[in-house]
């Protein structure tokens, strides 16, 4: 199954839960900031993403949409 | 591909003002999303607690009603009462539910009113900036219990869900977390269920809901997790209180 | 009909649809005659709740869904129903609130005293806000007060307290209850779920000060126009009084019967009775003070109403008290002594 996810990087805190809920270790922190001082949670460039949710899931801050195919 | 996942409806599109990794947040959204599927955001009336999420009406795009602190469940009996057939619920933390509004849920639970309660536990006082709640654990620290909550001066931590379901007024009683995404489905089914019993008439209705507080905990949000499967629940088990129906 | 049961009778007829109260002396036939005929009321809800705090919070949440309600007690209750009463203020929410005052502070005792008038009149629970306060004296007054009250909190949004006492709560007298006129409150006050339209929310928390200032300005701006418009009085034999007492209540019955006494011993005496506490008649008692002297206040307790006479009168004339607190009910001919002793001072 392919998926993938956009995240809302102004509504990221940094809480890093969703790098830790993917099971595929997809997600990391970006170098830049956004406008509250966080580092937004991105896709990392090689992710192989299935859509399974767990990131968004977990999002507390629902800065994530997920698609699947 | 399609969108699978995306913002509940009956969410207003404000940013949570919640610290980053709080159970508020994840805890809003599961409420939200079962309003969804039930298709009741048009007849529901929620009652926010005093506490960090005195502005869930901010949120929650539902009618909602103010409460003086801890008495969310005599707000809700006045609603419910008025208005049988509307889905009233009251959502409190642990100081607004089992300290200072002990009374007020304690009867209302008593009486059996057909509401339903969400009780965010998360063994501290947010708000106000950390201080010891009724379900602050043993050997917690906390701004007024420094040395660690100790039996002898400050009593025990009050099992208040364990409390409820002694009562044969209260139906259905369920302790869920949100430190993963299966316990947090799980919450939802819960949530879910319990205002399905109150939309079938069946009784009072209470969902625990453990909730990580990392900044009054001191922790990064996922070791505020991680302490809620390790430690909380030790204290707090997860799972089915009481279900008149099982 | 006795005075507490008529109060219930009178609610009923009015409208109200939700009660919730606790036992407490010298009120609880009122609490009892909801019991009984509030389940009987289509779509009446009775509730004897856990406590006074209880009751008027349940209050709270029946007014925001719609329904007329009515919440009772006695002295001690009603300071711990303060926090919810000012909470209806800020949401603006309808709501009458019956006081049948006992003596007091503390637990005090169960006869009947008038020592609530601060807390009734000057807010008795935080923040600025300001309860219509109406002073019955009489068994008719109660079932035409108390009817009264809910058109009050239904027209400016806002709690009504009815403050009577333990010998008004108690005695019997005959009643004859008038048609309620039918109950004018908008819909879109009234939050039973959004339906298709916007959701919305009823709340006393504003967190932005400009904002919080803003809406205490637009309550205060309200309570001026009750001001101007809500003052009850009634005067008794003023017209050539150069004694003017100023009693409400039972207190005012009481004056009547001292009046009639001294007036046979030819004393010029009259009576101010206010009928609306807050807004307190200020104007008529300043008024009289441009042809009378003397005013003579009379309270069942140690000084409370004074105040408010002295605040009218704003140093014209003379004020003098005489006051019996505790529960103690003084007599017609004991009030006509002191009539006489100011009189003869003068």
Redesign the interface.
Known sequence: M???ITINS??C?????CT??CKKENLQPADELNSKG?HPIVLKADADCN?C??C???C???A?????? | MKKVFSRPKSLKTTAFHYCGGCGHSIAHRLIAEAIDELDIQGRIIGVPPAGCAVIAYNYFDIDMLESPHGRGCAVATGVKRVLPDRIVFSYQGDGDLAAIGTAETFHAANRGENITVIFINNAVYGMTGGQMAPTTLLGQTSTTTPPGRSALLDGHPIHFSEILGQLPGTMYIERCAVNTPANILKAKKAVKKAFQYQMDNVGFSLIEILSQCPTNWKMSPIDACRWVNEVMTKEYPLGIIKDCKR | MQGNRVIGEAAIRAGCRFYAGYPITPQNELTEYMADNMRRAKGGTFIQAESEIAAVNMVLGASAAGARAMTSSSSPGISLKQEGISSLAADELPAVIVNIMRGGPGLGNILPSQGDYFQATRGGGHGDYRTIVLAPASVQELADLTMDAFDLADRYRNPVLILADGMMGQMSEPVLFSEPAPRQYPECYVLNGKGKGKSKFIRALILDAIRMEEHNWKLYRKYQVIAQKEVRFETFWTDDAEILIVAYGTAARIAKGAIKRSRELGIPVGLIRPITLWPFPMDVIRAFAERVENFLVFEMNTGQMIEDVQLALAGVGKVHFYGRPGGVIPTPAELAKVIAYHARKK
């Open positions: 392919k998926g993938t102004e509504l805190k940094e809480c890093l839960l830790i809920s966080f859509g949710a767990l968004a899931t977990i507390p801050d629902i994530i949409e997920v698609y699947r195919e």
